[in-house]
């Protein structure tokens, strides 16, 4: 990581704000965050919502779990798990076409999207499941949902036969989609798992931010306006994002929610929330949270965070606990 007055120069350079100002914003992203970032980590985010990218792009070989929004000029070599059916849209009276398939390896699996002329390249190379395909030069996005995403871009693909040690696609998925019920003491990064536990704090940054109300993709602002990359200037929908701790009693993890499953947390949608805001100021949405103790099945995947260093568990499910269940799980074992 580049030292801290290092970084702070390139913001001040890069945006033309003085040396106080910068020093300033980097504070209160920290207080933003709970202290859970350094001040290291506080410029790198700053550095990014201004515009500015600090993070090294890497031509080397990856793998998927080394995989991060954001990053470009991606090299990987992965196995087709599973290919999607095409869907066709239209944009701007044109239409157009996206395919997605399912990668993975060793560690992970990924989805890559395939966006019109793209699609060829299936056709070209007669790619099928279980065939190992080599990315040179592509990109990572984060979707809709916050999960990532590969895109090709203005890199490549290819099938290729000279890589011989990434698994099949069926032990691929035996081991990286099943769902493991694990204590979090036992949580390993890159793991996707499944664990009965409270949530027994809340972080009270700022959980909203700005969508777009027709495909849902996060929005950019651009001198006070909202833009869509696909839709152009919009009227922007809110949606959430809600950090905090989960507890199962074998230890405790930073656990991230993202748009319905922070309302499910809060209780409530997040339009609902803005509204209360507004009226009472934003303490009052964090004071009078429901879930706070109360056991829940939470199933997501165990990911390190780029800025904190730190593992964390990003949520993709969360269920009430159903105790006639979970009673009949406990007999099997027994």
Known sequence: MIPLEKVMEKICEHSKLSEDKVRKMIEEKVVELSGLVSKEGAAYIVA????????????????????????????LVARVMRAFEPREFEKNGKKGRVLNLLLGDETGTVRLSLWNEELDLLEKEKINEGDVLKISGGYVKTDNREML?????????????????????????RRFEETKRKPISEFNEGEYNEVRACIVQVFSRNPFFEVCPECGTRLKEKEGKWFCDDHGQVGPKHAMVLSGIIDDGSGNIRAVFFRELAEKVFGKKAEELVDVV???????????IQTLGRDYIMRGR?????????????????????????CKTLLEKS
């Open 149 to 173: 995403e590969l895109r090709i871009g203005r890199g490549s693909m290819e099938k290729t036969d000279l890589v011989v040690d990434i698994p099949e696609p069926k032990d691929i998925e």
């Open 48 to 75: 990014r919502e201004l515009g500015l990218s600090l993070l090294k792009e890497s031509r080397r070989q990856l793998k998927v779990r080394n995989l991060v929004s954001g990053l470009r000029s991606v090299d």
């Open 302 to 326: 165990v990911k390190r965070n780029q800025f904190t260093d730190s593992v964390e568990f990003v949520v993709n499910e969360i269920e009430d606990v159903d105790i006639k269940k979970e």
């Open 278 to 288: 507004k009226k009472d100021g934003r303490d009052v949405i964090f004071d009078n």
